[in-house]
């Protein structure tokens, strides 16, 4: 019950200021861009298919939403000396951890979902543009929420550990920027290392790959359950530390 209500008491608290509707507006505003009119866009494929929307949308989840929605989670009470008061309330420290989580994460799944509006309005009404595997599409964005569900994860253990929000948004940036961006393009050189295959199974955009090609592969699921697990667990004993000071 509690662990509802500190999740309740997180996502309103980003609708009461600007900051969940920049997100929303800035990050819809760039894939549609990325989406339509990168590199000829979607008119240029010539097929239905939203292969370009996962591929770039985990680019904007992990590197731009993603830092910006947890960089405060505990950070900010740390700093605000909030964090003492809302401990010392009847609620353990588990149950402020998992709320924290998934107010987060609430707001980034519901960016996610407000992609919907690309299939539908291209492949359902008003443009109609063609027939569609709808298969690829809903793993596709299986995949989205269990990367979001990870990476959300993350977040959240680099604020518990910090008090500053700049640096929980650096730290987590450059983590996410790794797990995306350097494991994936990494994936040649460290073939050639002879560590090729361990560098592409850490990469969340060789496992989001898989998904949106209508694959659902265990052990991408397995991947990114275990790392938003293991994030929470260390994120509960960075918090339940203090006891131990």
């Not at 707001?107 to 109609?128: C, D, E």
Request: glycine share 8%; proline share 3%; hydrophobic share 55%.
């Amino acid at each position: 019950m509690h662990t509802l209500y500190i999740a309740q008491r997180e996502l309103k608290s980003y609708f009461t200021s600007p900051l969940a509707y920049v997100v929303i507006c800035l990050t819809q505003l760039l894939l549609g861009v990325l989406f339509f009119l990168y590199r000829g866009g979607f008119w240029q494929v010539d097929r239905a298919t939203l292969d370009r929307l996962f591929e770039y949308a985990p680019y904007g989840l992990c590197l731009l939403v993603i830092p910006v929605i947890t960089m405060r989670l505990i950070a900010e009470e740390k700093s605000t000396g909030t964090l003492e008061m809302l401990i010392t309330l009847p609620v353990n420290d588990w149950e402020v951890v998992l709320g924290k989580y998934l107010g987060a994460l609430g707001l980034v799944l519901i960016l996610v979902l407000s992609t919907v509006v690309y299939p539908v309005a291209m492949f359902i009404w008003p443009w109609k543009l063609g027939a569609i595997d709808w298969g690829p599409v809903k793993a596709g964005y299986l995949g989205l929420g269990l990367m979001s569900a990870a990476g959300t994860a993350i977040g959240l253990l680099i604020s518990s550990v910090t008090r500053s929000q700049v640096i929980a948004f650096f730290v987590t940036f450059a983590t996410l920027f790794t797990l995306v961006v350097l494991l994936g393009v990494g994936g040649e050189f460290a073939a050639k290392a002879g560590v090729g295959t361990v560098v592409t199974f850490l990469s969340f955009q060789s496992h989001m790959t898989n998904f949106a090609r209508g694959l659902i592969d265990t052990r991408s699921v397995v991947y990114f359950l275990s790392i938003t697990v293991f994030s929470l667990m260390i994120a509960f004993r960075a918090l339940e530390s203090r006891k131990w000071k």
